[in-house]
């Protein structure tokens, strides 16, 4: 079974339309997050949740709409797609978001590929 | 903020041992992590280091000196399976998230 896993895996669409990316993880992690990875390979934090309450919500346009239905799920909802939000978009789960708890280690999903024509 | 600084490409040969270096600046220091992602895939975890010192796991180790903001990922006995991109990362500071480095991307050749 995959621990942290994400659909759809490659997503092609024209600018202005509406996507969403769809996380579940099955390990009874509390946290979970969305990472952004750029062509350069630059992985940066979106958002955070913890047991389905927002923690981290980065400098992020209001375009994308985290939603965390459950402690297992975490979706993202992208609004009026624009050319540079093509990238690859990674899911990852942790079982603490606290400080000072020790190793907050990251499982990633696969990645969803979205390219924005 | 966070500032995670490191090599953008390193090459090597297959049975070399190769060092990645990693200097950040943070403030609430809880951590340093190794990840390993190679091309089309999700990030791995290697290793984390939060005292000062040297950790080994089989052939990779990492090394951490928080007094100089500077840690180290070796690798020994290099394998072509090796080739991949590797990320140093640390905690934001409210220690809810891990930043990354830009990652190293290590090609290793026969």
């Known amino acids: 079974d995959t621990a942290v896993s994400q659909t759809p895996k490659y997503l092609v669409t024209q600018m202005g339309n509406d996507k969403s990316i769809k996380c579940e993880q099955n390990?009874?992690?509390?946290?979970m997050y969305w990472y952004k990875q750029d062509s350069k390979k630059f992985l940066k934090i979106m958002f955070s949740?913890?047991?389905?309450?927002?923690?981290i919500n980065e400098t992020v346009p209001n375009r994308f709409s985290p939603k965390s239905p459950d402690k297992a799920h975490l979706n993202l909802h992208i609004n009026s797609l624009e050319l540079g939000d093509s990238a690859v978009y990674f899911c990852?789960?942790?079982?603490?978001?606290?400080?000072?708890?020790?190793?907050?280690?990251?499982?990633f999903g696969a990645g969803s590929r979205l390219t924005v024509l | 903020g966070q500032n995670i600084d490191q090599p953008t490409e390193m090459t090597a040969t297959e049975g070399a041992i190769v060092q990645i270096n990693c200097t950040y600046q943070?403030?609430?220091?809880?951590?340093l992590f190794w990840y390993q992602q190679h091309a089309g895939e999700a990030p791995t975890f290697l290793s984390y280091?939060?005292?000062?010192g040297l950790e080994e796991k089989g052939r990779f180790s990492s090394f951490l000196s928080r007094s100089k903001g500077y840690s180290y990922l070796l690798l020994k006995e290099l394998q072509m399976k090796d080739s991949a991109s590797y990320l140093c990362?640390?905690?934001?500071?409210?220690?809810?998230?891990?930043?990354f480095g830009k990652g190293t991307t290590l090609s290793v050749s026969s």
């Open positions: 990852a789960s942790s079982q603490e978001s606290e400080r000072d708890s020790g190793a907050n280690v990251l499982t």
């Open positions: 390990l009874g992690h509390d946290t």
């Open positions: 949740y913890n047991n389905k309450e927002l923690i």
């Open positions: 943070t403030s609430g220091f809880n951590g």
């Open positions: 280091n939060v005292l000062d």
């Open positions: 990362a640390v905690y934001n500071q409210a220690g809810t998230a891990l930043i």
